[in-house]
């Protein structure tokens, strides 16, 4: 198996599974606890995140019909970043209410169009 396909494979089996324990928990555990529009952006992190955890499954493997090049690792690398920070962001943000927090999805917004320009690259230099 190719180095960057079980990593990233993992990587995303990791954050599917987390994204579908946060959104039970975000319908079940936080419906009584946050105001609608809390819970819509807890929900919004949500998917995106299990978007992205998706997105990392196809990028490893993509790791096996692609060369293992430095923007294929890239967009895995930017797609994790975006995980973390979009949809973190946004967690945080319901959980605790605070506004400022909501200033930092858009960097993990960045982090996701790089990502998947970075997996166009990846396959426009593709032999």
């Known amino acids: ?4 396909a079980r990593l ?3 990587l995303g089996g990791l954050f599917a ?3 579908v324990v ?3 928990f975000g319908a079940h555990g936080l419906k009584a606890r946050l105001s ?8 919004t992190g949500v998917q995106y995140h299990f978007y992205h955890a998706l997105g990392l499954v196809l990028l490893g493997l993509a790791f096996f019909h692609l060369p293992d090049g430095a923007a294929l690792r890239a967009s895995a690398w930017l797609m994790t970043a975006g995980i973390v920070l979009f949809s973190g962001s946004l967690y945080a943000l319901a959980l605790t209410g605070q506004k400022w ?7 993990g917004g960045v982090a996701f169009l790089l990502a998947w320009g970075a997996l166009a690259w990846a396959v426009v230099r593709a032999p």
């Open 1 to 4: 198996m190719p180095p960057g």
């Open 8 to 10: 990233f494979l993992l």
């Open 17 to 19: 599974f987390a994204a």
């Open 22 to 24: 946060l959104g039970a």
């Open 36 to 43: 609608p529009e809390l819970l819509s952006v807890w929900q």
């Open 101 to 107: 927090l909501g200033a930092v999805a858009p960097v």
